[in-house]
């Protein structure tokens, strides 16, 4: 064997080793989406909760945490996550999603849904670090955004 062909095998099979294991979930599987999705909005509610406590005084303002916090959830609000929004992965088709259907069909006001909450969520990300009641000023669209979609998409407990 010449060395840049072993070389390149070498590479081939780690590459292939570090793939395997990610490989061998079937992410397009539905159970699989409905896990990511439900992860995915729990990282937001991470992020949100310790702003919220901050803005009602339930625990201490801390200018470098809130800034961290709703940098974070600004990233999170512009991830793409159509691959979360899947027909077979909805209310009544698995037993613990609380996806409406709309949620599936209504792309475009899903993605309208996400643009305000990227926007709400940018907001936040200026004003948080400055003191307590610019993070304050700011929560109110974020969380009108988080509700506006659960209204749309979510199934009512
Ligand atoms: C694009 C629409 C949309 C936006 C925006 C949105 N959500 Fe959701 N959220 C949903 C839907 C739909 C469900 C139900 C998902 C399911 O059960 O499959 C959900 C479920 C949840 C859940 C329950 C997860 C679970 O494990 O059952 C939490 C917590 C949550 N959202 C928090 C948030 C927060 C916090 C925000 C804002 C920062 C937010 N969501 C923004 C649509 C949205």
Not at 24 to 35: G, S
Not at 46 to 52: D, M, R, S, V
Not at 64 to 73: Q, Y
Request: hydrophobic share 50%; aromatic share 4%.
């Amino acid at each position: 064997m010449r060395k840049p062909t072993r070389v390149l095998t070498t590479a081939l099979f780690a590459g292939l080793l570090l793939a395997g294991p990610v490989l061998a979930e079937d992410l397009n599987d539905p159970e699989e989406i409905l896990t990511a999705r439900h992860g995915y909005m729990l990282l937001m509610a991470n992020q949100l909760a310790p702003l919220g406590a901050m803005a009602k005084g339930d625990a201490p303002y801390d200018a470098a945490a809130a800034a961290k916090a709703a940098a974070s959830l600004a990233a999170l609000a512009s991830v793409d996550t159509s691959m979360l929004w899947i027909a077979g992965t909805e209310t009544g088709a698995l037993e613990d999603s609380d996806m409406l259907p709309e949620a599936v069909s209504d792309s475009a006001g899903r993605d309208t849904r996400f643009a305000e909450l990227k926007t709400a969520a940018e907001t936040l990300a200026a004003a948080a670090g400055t003191d307590q009641d610019s993070l304050k000023a700011a929560m109110g669209g974020v969380g009108a955004a988080c509700g506006a979609c659960h209204k749309a998409y979510r199934k009512a407990d």
